[in-house]
């Protein structure tokens, strides 16, 4: 089975500190994604990787950085991070030429 | 996207079948109905997707209507662990990488 781990499932951060969220994926898979998850809005989707050193803006990628040196790791990095990014972090996988994304269980920052 | 439009939420007893439906109209040609849920408080799980014909997998059924502007996510016998909010999506798969969640609809299991 596809397993796509994160780094935590529970982060309080303060105002201007420098967050990293990491997401981990053992299945060899090409496409790697960052959604954000918020009651009445859904999952939109932050910035995604097809490749090593790839990536490419989703619908909200402002304030939001990502980092991925190697196929397995995709990391999300709030620069510095404010009240109005609490929210739930997902991150999800898919093989190139597959259908389906696998996500991991999410991270639920809170920013104070 | 073409957007769905799902019921806000629907309830079912154990051990009976649950019929989910999803209806999306504007469907174009190359779009795949993708169907996800989401339990609680974890990341949401694929289930099943289909193009123009029926589908089965060990999850569940997806039943596609002949003009494709509707279908209907099956599962046959419903426990407490479907309890669940499942999401009825469009993907063209040759277009954005994104999935484009809506609001879904949520399911309740009576034991």
């Known amino acids: 089975d596809v397993k796509v781990t994160q780094s935590s499932r529970y982060l309080v951060k303060r105002t201007g500190e420098k967050v990293f969220l990491e997401c981990v994926q053992d299945?060899?898979?090409?496409?790697m994604f960052w959604y954000r998850q918020d009651p009445g809005l859904g999952l939109r989707l932050i910035y995604f990787?097809?490749?090593?050193?790839?990536?490419e803006k989703g619908d909200i990628p402002e304030g939001y950085s990502v980092s991925r040196e190697k196929k397995e790791r995709f990391s999300l990095i709030l620069e510095s991070a404010s009240t109005n990014q609490t929210s739930m972090y997902l991150c999800?996988?898919?093989?190139?030429?597959?259908?389906?994304?696998?996500f991991g269980p999410g991270t639920r920052l809170t920013v104070t | 996207d073409a957007k769905t439009t799902q019921p806000n939420s629907m309830e079912s007893n154990e051990e009976e079948p649950v019929h989910l439906p999803c209806n999306h109209s504007?469907?174009?040609?190359?779009?795949?109905i993708h169907w996800y849920r989401q339990l609680p408080s974890q990341g949401p799980e694929y289930v099943i997707h289909?193009?123009?014909s029926n589908v089965n997998n060990r999850m569940a059924s997806l039943a596609i209507a002949e003009d494709r502007k509707s279908s209907t996510l099956i599962l046959h016998r419903a426990t407490l662990r479907d309890a669940a909010v499942y999401y009825c999506?469009?993907?063209?798969?040759?277009?954005?990488?994104?999935?484009?969640f809506g609001q879904g609809t949520r399911l309740t299991i009576n034991p």
């Open positions: 999800a996988s898919r093989g190139q030429g597959r259908y389906e994304q696998y």
């Open positions: 299945m060899d898979h090409e496409n």
């Open positions: 990787s097809y490749d090593v050193k790839m990536k």
């Open positions: 504007t469907i174009s040609g190359t779009d795949y």
């Open positions: 289909g193009l123009t």
């Open positions: 999506i469009l993907r063209d798969f040759q277009g954005a990488q994104k999935l484009v």
